[in-house]
């Protein structure tokens, strides 16, 4: 098993801290992983991306150009990493703010509308477990124990008292996913 | 009264402290340098703290200062004896550290790492010679270079024009908040040799306080450079030096 | 089972220099390695170990009190990016002049000048060749994972103190910024005043009555005792050379195309072998674990029964040179590098290998 994964979005969105929590959760279940992040200024404001690589096996190359998964967060995103999406790969986006919608007709395509599980949570900063909630249930490669195990581990002791929160938007997100196109 | 009376111990009036070493100094005839390291030996024979203290010498003449003291040393880069100092200090907090620095090592390419141990508060003392004078190298302008002083790189006199001012370094260092002890002295008359022995004295106790850095300027004539006798250059950095460098305690945070 | 944490390659060198027994890090801000010294602080070793870490007023002010700190036979180390190394090159110099350990790592960014803070390889010139005036060489180490990052510290001082000599860790941007799973070996405490004094008499750790002083000094001005010195320094090369080569090998069995590269280089270059060996073309890769002592011996060994020899780096060629000095005219050598940020894929290289090796 070897899963490829961009998360693409605004800075603020929570797109690093949701690839490290994946990729913890892949820890938890003894795979390998890769957290690869774009930094520098171009982090500042701007569009933030994680690579997030998760295998059975050791990981060569932490540097890929075509991804099994997609999940973008914002149009410059969806525009930047539609097309690197391996044929019959995935792409997850969230439709607000989108106004050019994917076209793809040879990949898997879901949205899901991470605003509206933050706001029924009344916590913004959970949207980025509706997203990843999202993902577990199109691409379930890490069970949501060993989730729990990854978010206990990433989340700072002092903020544990969120882990539960956490764990319910994930669970939100996964019944709040919607089928696009499916091939 | 014979020669052995003489050489009783009870008739001992002088002798060479114990941890100056009997290598041959390699420094000119009446240059000030002698005479501040058998001061550092004194203190240091004084206080007890030979296995107590490192000591980190310059790029200047006194490079080899460890030849003629018998204490463990360090040989810094040019300018860099308060970084080294600072790590030896910081990872030995027992110890008693302290730098041995020329003008052009300290007040030029060593600006940036004097005032910074003197900003963190290092618990370190420096020795700072300043004799207006690149030694080693010749005799050329140093920062401290009096306006008008003739050295091999300004043969027509210092010309603040051309070559910018006298840097007062104890003075800006007295402005930080990490300085505890800032003096400045010289070794040309007896009395003046036992006020700088005092000075190093309080700068080394001052250093194991935890109180910041102490600093003793001690400001000296190299003869050889200025191109003048022992005599003259003592008479010359009494009339010319001090009017810009003048002698006593800047800053004593404990008085 | 060890403690396995997800943490990026410069988080991996902080936790592991306070996990084995690490004395001292003196260090200044620069991308992409700031994250040592901020992981440092965070941690607060000093009240727990008692190593001692402090933010210096420039690289050159690190290095010096590093120099300072390995002076005293302490453990101590620096991290910075290429524009600070070049800072450091004075006292690395020194450092290894006056034959003391230390640990400095090179999270290296692009170059010259001022460059880019985007991953490079750039510096291999400047630390495997240069780093300073000087006959001397730094032991150079090339680690292509953030296990690698938290494993090579510890060995890094092994080498550093069973040499005498500086040792560099030649990281890169991807390597310090990439989180990996990075699992926790034993902790080594600190070495005591005693062990110290034991294992290194030669530092000036305060002259008792007992024995000489100790002087650290690069000063020579006899012209036959700096000789010497140099001399002896190139007999310590030539046993570093014999014993401390290190280098890794993938597919290279039955392989009639080889490629070396280093660091994250070599990660992405098993891609590549990959993915030629999916199309039959019979590919293999060495990675250089040392980049000084430079595994000469051993491309030059593989190069008699290769079609050809690429070497892959993000430069413009720098470690092609050592490779063509390894190969000494065996086989064809060739060169593919990315610069100022950019990052090679798997596809790329493939596509240049075949472009050099006239396969198109």
Redesign the interface.
Known sequence: MKEEIIIAGFGGQGVLSMG?IL??SA?MQDM??????S???EMRGGTANVCVIISDRK???????RYDTAIVLNQQSLDKFEHSVKPGGTLIYDPSGISDHPTRKDINIYRINAIDVAAKLGNSKVYNMGVLGGFLKVKPIVSLENVEKGLA??IPSRYSDLIALNREAITEGMSSIEEINII | MTIEDIKKPENLVYRKPSLLTDNVMHYCPGCSHGTVHKIIAEVIEEMGIQEDTIGICPVGCSVFAYNYIDIDWQEAAHGRAPALATATKRLNPDKYVFTYQGDGDLASIGTAEIIHACSRGENIAVIFINNGIYGMTGGQMAPTTLIGMKTATTPYGRDPKLNGFPLVIADMIAQLDGTAYITRQSVHTAAAVRKTRNAIRKAFEYSSKGIGLSFVEVVSTCNSGWKMTPVQANKWMTENMFAKYPVGDIKDILK | MAEKILMKGNEAIAISAIRNGVDGYFGYPITPQSEVMETLMKEKPWETTGMVVLQAESETSSINMVYGGAGCGKKVMTSSSSPGVSLMCEGLSYIAGSELPCVVVDVMRGGPGLGTIQPSQSDYNQIVKGSGHGDFHNIVIAPASAQDMYDFLDWGFELAFKYRNPVVILSDGIIGQMMEKVELRPVKPRRTREEIIRDCPWAVTGKPASRQRNIITSLSLDADVQEEFNRKLQRKYAAIEENEVKYDVYMTGDAEYLFVAFGCSSRICEAVVDILRSEGIKAGLLRPITLYPFPYKEIGGLAAGMKSIMSIELNLGQMVDDVRLAVNGACPVGFYGRQGGNIYTPEEIVEQFKKFNNLV
């Open positions: 490290k990729a913890y820890i390998e992983v890769t957290w690869m992040p930094y520098g200024p990981i060569g190359s932490p540097i890929v150009t581990k990433s």
